[in-house]
């Protein structure tokens, strides 16, 4: 049983290029949850999601970052246009309820902005 | 707000020596209480979790018990190894399902 999957692994652009990082969630799980981890710091939420709905976005700055779960294929984090203060690493997480479900991780998908 | 205090590392340590990891949070309600470890290049692992009052997780060695007259759901190992080098997180489940996460401590184990 595949845990959580992401790829890449590891992500390097150039400011102003497009990051697409993917998540594809264990099976049977139709929750995906993004959280980002910046250097020296915990995680934190970014945006919730079910197949083809976005539950709560209120982690997701407010401009260039979008999410999004289609009915087929993983979850696509988009960053628009990066800059610096976006390289960090993004963990993708899923679970396949609401209730005292633990969330499962995938490896996370370190992302250098140069 | 809800929140998660843990303590500060770098923690290092000596094989077999007695680890201690504060955690306290914030509640309303009562929200269930997990301690990930990340080892190094890797993703966040649930080591072990407590959903109510007085509630004991144990995991590889490891405990912390869910105490809501302090708050706390401090993690415990009683000899630790090498391989336990890692970075833990203390988390809270809210009830509206997101998790928020301690800053992490990092701890090194030294043979």
């Known amino acids: 049983n595949a845990g959580v999957m992401q790829n890449p692994r590891h992500l390097v652009r150039r400011r102003g290029q497009e990051a697409r990082l993917r998540c594809s969630p264990m099976?049977?799980?139709?929750?995906v949850y993004w959280y980002r981890q910046l250097p020296e710091e915990g995680l934190k939420f970014m945006v919730y999601?079910?197949?083809?709905?976005?539950?709560?976005e209120s982690g997701m700055p407010k401009e260039r970052f979008s999410a999004e779960f289609p009915k087929e294929g993983p979850s696509i984090l988009r960053i628009q246009q990066v800059v610096r203060g976006d390289s960090a690493a993004y963990f993708c997480a899923s679970s396949p309820a609401l209730e005292d479900s633990p969330l499962h991780f995938g490896n996370g998908t370190r992302l250098t902005v140069t | 707000g809800d929140s998660v205090t843990q303590m500060e590392g770098p923690v290092t340590l000596s094989e077999e020596a007695f680890l201690t990891i504060n955690c306290t949070y914030t509640?309303?309600?009562?929200?269930?209480l997990f301690w990930y470890v990340q080892y190094p290049g890797e993703g966040l692992q649930l080591l072990l979790k407590?959903?109510?009052?007085?509630d004991k997780g144990s995991n590889k060695g490891f405990e912390a018990t869910y105490r809501k007259e302090t708050t706390s759901f401090h993690l415990e190992k009683g000899s630790v190894q090498v391989s336990d080098s890692a970075v833990y997180f203390c988390a809270r489940q809210r009830t509206d399902y997101k998790l928020s996460f301690g800053a992490g401590t990092t701890v090194t184990v030294r043979a």
């Open positions: 509640a309303t309600g009562y929200p269930s």
């Open positions: 999601l079910q197949k083809e709905n976005i539950i709560d």
């Open positions: 407590a959903t109510k009052a007085d």
């Open positions: 099976k049977g799980h139709s929750h």
